[in-house]
């Protein structure tokens, strides 16, 4: 994703094994600023946590979509068959904890999502809502100033 600015970021999700938890997805993220010539560190999402709250989150991170604003991204992924986002408002150096999307339904499951922004504060995502044996599309909004996600009414 390009930030309308000159930066460019990156994320994907990688299975981890460890000996004291088991299989774990987590998300990644790198960014470039010279279109995509050479890439800076790869970090983990979220590696601002203190250890407890990482030990807490010890879930499957997987599917991330992100999208910038100038100094703004946002990063949404599933986490327990529930969509979270997490933003950065200085260009990828710190990390709000994750917060799970609000939706009219706690228990349905989204999947096949996309995130996008407009580049003028705005963050969208379109999701398909499986409850009850039927598929619904769900559209999200947020901006910068608002936290987190909400449906609209």
């Known amino acids: 994703?390009?930030?309308?600015?000159?930066?460019?970021?990156c994320v994907w999700d990688t299975l981890q094994v460890s000996t004291a938890f088991g299989f774990d997805f987590d998300v990644y993220w790198t960014t470039s600023t010279n279109g995509g010539a050479t890439w800076n560190q790869t970090m983990m999402l979220n590696i601002s946590?203190?250890?407890?709250?990482?030990?807490?989150?010890?879930?499957?991170?997987?599917?991330?979509?992100?999208?910038?604003?100038?100094?703004?991204?946002?990063?949404?992924?599933?986490?327990?068959?529930?969509?979270?986002e997490t933003r950065?408002?200085?260009?990828?150096?710190?990390?709000?904890?994750?917060v799970q999307l609000i939706v009219d339904d706690?228990?349905?499951?989204?999947k096949n999502f996309v995130l996008v922004?407009?580049?003028?504060?705005?963050?969208?995502?379109s999701s398909t809502k499986f409850q009850r044996g039927q598929r619904q599309v769900v559209f999200v909004r947020n901006t910068l100033s608002s936290s987190p996600f909400l449906c609209p009414t």
């Open 106 to 110: 706690p228990v349905a499951q989204l």
């Open 49 to 84: 946590l203190t250890r407890e709250q990482m030990l807490e989150d010890q879930v499957w991170q997987q599917v991330p979509r992100v999208a910038g604003h100038k100094s703004a991204w946002m990063v949404v992924y599933e986490s327990e068959n529930r969509l979270v």
């Open 117 to 125: 922004t407009d580049h003028a504060g705005g963050f969208f995502v």
């Open 88 to 98: 950065s408002l200085d260009h990828g150096r710190t990390w709000s904890r994750p």
């Open 1 to 9: 994703a390009w930030n309308g600015e000159g930066q460019w970021m």
